[in-house]
């Protein structure tokens, strides 16, 4: 009798060990684990990839330039500048514009599109609004001491404004989430900006 009860226990047993190991199988084919399918991370990067129009690239293309020549305008004036006011605003442009630089670049990198030299000619005040030209450049890195200042803080308004314009644009007419966002978000940190560049003017020397 005890014998008995042994081998159906070991019987039992086995056939549990048996069903599990069926179950194990069976869970290879279950939804997520099938490589041969896209995953929904994967899937999500392709639709953000695609996720965007003719503005979008137009507003990526146009702004890092247009960053560029802000940035490079900030390092003039974080060495030049004699006012500590336009420095600090010097700083907190460069420290802005870098890294948005980088994302619009990612962005056209993803979207099959070129990304912009170091390079800030061949563009008409019509595509990108605010830009100073060489001349321009050449003069403002010519000045010195509070004739520079002025001369940095008016053009960067000018600058500033054409920033906006363009950020205007691309939320009217773009697609893409993350540029209209940065659209956004360079629309309220430049006009922030220039209200500060306004109210500096009026402290700075005329001559």
């Known amino acids: 009798m005890r014998q008995n009860l042994w081998k159906t226990a070991a019987f039992i047993a086995f056939t549990g060990l048996v069903l599990a190991g069926c179950g194990g199988n069976d ?3 279950m939804p997520g684990t099938d490589h041969s399918q896209p995953s929904s991370s994967q899937t999500s990067a392709s639709a953000q990839a695609g996720d965007f129009n003719d ?16 940035v490079q305008m900030a390092d003039m004036a974080i060495r030049k500048a004699t006012t ?30 070129p ?30 001491d509070g004739m520079f200042d002025r001369m940095w803080t008016e053009m960067m308004i000018k600058h500033h404004l054409g920033a906006v314009a363009m950020a205007k644009a691309e939320q009217t007419g773009g697609k893409n989430a993350g540029a209209t ?27």
């Open 27 to 29: 869970s290879g084919s």
């Open 55 to 70: 503005a979008d690239v137009t507003f990526a293309s146009r702004m890092i330039p247009h960053h560029q020549q802000a």
């Open 84 to 113: 500590p006011e336009v420095k600090k605003l010097a700083g907190a442009i460069k420290a802005a514009q870098d890294p948005e630089i980088k994302t619009m670049s990612g962005w056209l990198t993803a979207w099959g599109k």
């Open 115 to 144: 990304v912009p030299a170091q390079s800030h000619g061949g563009h008409s005040a019509e595509e990108m609004p605010g830009m100073m030209t060489d001349d321009e450049m050449s003069d403002l890195g010519n000045a010195k």
């Open 181 to 207: 966002a940065l659209a956004k978000k360079v629309e309220a940190d430049q006009n922030r900006e220039i209200a500060t560049m306004r109210r500096l003017l009026r402290r700075l020397p005329a001559n």
